[in-house]
């Protein structure tokens, strides 16, 4: 695949609360099948679900099962296609470390946020420093009310926030990740 050298993950922990209290967030069915398929669309090398409560990787690997062997594969090949790419891992150091299995690179962290930081960047030169294809990446999506400013700011880069035309910016990570992989990757994009 194309973009197989960079990979995403759904950050279910370390998450925050609107009081920046540091929480896990649950997974959602939505998410599952909302991100897989891009992450297929675009070529992408994996989609973590960093998840660390047990009953919700049970939950998460049913689903995966469901999909790629059960009667999901044969009722809808498309995701199953797509499904084939997730994988449930209980931390980011446990995504780091299977990337670096698959590719024999640490990857760079690409964070998302709603703010800007010292190492954002734009999607144009995120685009250009992904395609020379020099490094492996992960690019972080957080839950809740987002990631830990901490963890934010060790990321190698932060993506430039979603604007609209107004003072909203609450997107579903399902609609950020989306937006987002299609900035960086689309062949049509502006």
Not at 61 to 80: A, C, D, L, V
Not at 109 to 131: C, D, F
Not at 146 to 175: A, F, Q, W
Request: with cysteine; charged share 25%; aromatic share 12%.
């Amino acid at each position: 695949m194309e973009n197989s050298h960079v990979f995403i993950s759904v950050v279910h922990y370390p998450a925050v609360n609107k009081d920046k209290k540091w929480i896990t967030t649950s997974f959602t069915t939505l998410d599952f099948h909302d991100i897989a398929r891009p992450s297929r669309t675009y070529g992408l090398g994996g989609y973590y679900i960093v998840q660390p409560l047990e009953a919700q990787q049970y939950v998460i690997n049913q689903q995966i099962k469901y999909w790629t062997e059960g009667f999901g594969k044969k009722f809808n090949p498309s995701r199953s296609e797509a499904a084939q790419l997730v994988e449930v891992v209980s931390s980011i150091t446990e995504a780091v470390d299977k990337i670096k299995t698959k590719t024999g690179k640490d990857p760079k962290l690409i964070g998302t946020s709603a703010k800007k930081y010292p190492q954002t960047v734009s999607y144009r030169e995120m685009s250009e420093i992904i395609q020379k294809r020099e490094d492996t990446f992960l690019i972080l999506f957080g839950t809740g009310w987002g990631m830990p400013e901490e963890l934010v700011k060790s990321c190698d880069y932060v993506l430039e926030p979603i604007m609209g035309t107004g003072d909203y910016n609450h997107l579903s990570v399902r609609n950020a990740a989306a937006i987002i992989l299609d900035r960086l990757f689309s062949p049509n994009r502006c």
